[in-house]
Nanobody
Framework: QVQLVESGGGLVQPGGSLRLSCTAS????????IRWYHQAPGKQREWIAW???????NVVDSVKGRFTISRDSAKNTVFLQMDSLKSEDTGIYYC?????????WGQGTQVTVSS
């Protein structure tokens, strides 16, 4: 089955950390750049980080120095380490990948940054 499954969200205080996981089916993990997206309440989904199959990474400027994307090939999993969290990081986080030209999304994981 071709799928992506996110986990690791929750409630955290400002300045805290969370690590999100995106576990992909073998085909997606082997062949696709995997991207993390953030959808803040009432706003559109926006790309924030990607990692290529080569291991090359990139993050959007607003999270640079705070978020790190990585992958574990043994687990078919991409991680998003989020540090120094701010209230504006609140929202649903989705991962995305492609397989045979088709785009797949996970169900999302909720992150709430609040005191």
């Amino acid at each position: 089955q071709v799928q992506l499954v996110e986990s690791g969200g929750g409630l955290v205080q400002p300045g805290g950390s969370l690590r999100l996981s995106c576990t992909a089916s073998q085909g997606i993990f082997r062949d696709s750049t995997i991207r993390w997206y953030h959808q803040a309440p009432g706003k559109q989904r926006e790309w924030i980080a990607w990692i290529q199959t080569s291991g090359n990474t990139n993050v959007v400027d607003s999270v640079k120095g705070r978020f790190t994307i990585s992958r574990d090939s043994a687990k078919n999993t991409v991680f998003l380490q989020m540090d120094s969290l701010k209230s504006e990081d609140t929202g649903i986080y989705y991962c995305n990948g492609y397989y045979q030209g088709v785009s797949y999304w996970g169900q999302g994981t909720q992150v709430t940054v609040s005191s």
